[in-house]
């Protein structure tokens, strides 16, 4: 089946997934820009299980200090290489889990990390909080979705939450 250019690029746009990938998609699903987006969106989680085992040795601290600078987070976000971690995209998703770490006040990263003898609520997991700029995936979605356009695994390593008055939030 033969896709006109601007449904690639409506594609492309939509997902920030490849020229081909998008063509390739397209002409699976019959020129259906919906259905195609769906199955990029399903291959980007399919590469990102199977990056999940790789070592991160590099990556970012980033930092977001709220307007008006009573409340503020870092988080160190790994990746594999340096050239990942320089990235546009993985810069914004660095920089987005910083805001998340300051609107939502997560107790840990995730259950795995969570304080020793206590149950941890979803809501309290960094990756398992509905993200704050798309309520409709959560954390973990956007970082696969990161993975899937850079090719590498991603990993939040730890953060920690600044409020002035209050005590300080690791995780």
């Known amino acids: 089946m033969q896709v006109s250019t601007e449904a690639i690029k ?20 019959g020129g259906e820009l919906a259905a195609a987006a769906t199955m990029l969106r399903e291959r980007g989680y399919e590469i990102a ?14 930092c977001y200090i709220h307007t008006g600078g009573r409340i503020g987070a870092l988080v160190e976000v790994n ?19 910083a805001m998340q770490v300051v609107a939502t ?5 995730s259950r795995e990390n969570g304080p020793d003898g206590e149950g941890v609520a979803a809501e309290d997991c960094l990756l398992l909080q509905p993200f704050i700029k798309d309520p409709s995936k959560k954390v973990a979605d956007i970082i696969a979705e990161t993975v899937a356009k850079v090719r590498e695994n991603i990993r939040v390593r730890r953060f920690v939450r600044f409020e002035l008055g209050a005590d300080i939030q690791n995780g």
């Open 10 to 29: 409506a594609l492309r746009e939509q997902t920030s997934a490849g020229i081909m990938e998008c063509k390739r998609a397209l002409q699976e699903a």
């Open 105 to 109: 006040a997560p107790c840990c990263v």
């Open 49 to 62: 299980k199977t990056k999940e085992n790789r070592a991160v040795g590099q990556g970012l601290v980033e």
């Open 79 to 97: 990746c594999e290489s340096d050239f990942v971690a320089r990235t546009p995209e993985f810069k914004e998703l660095a920089h987005d889990l």
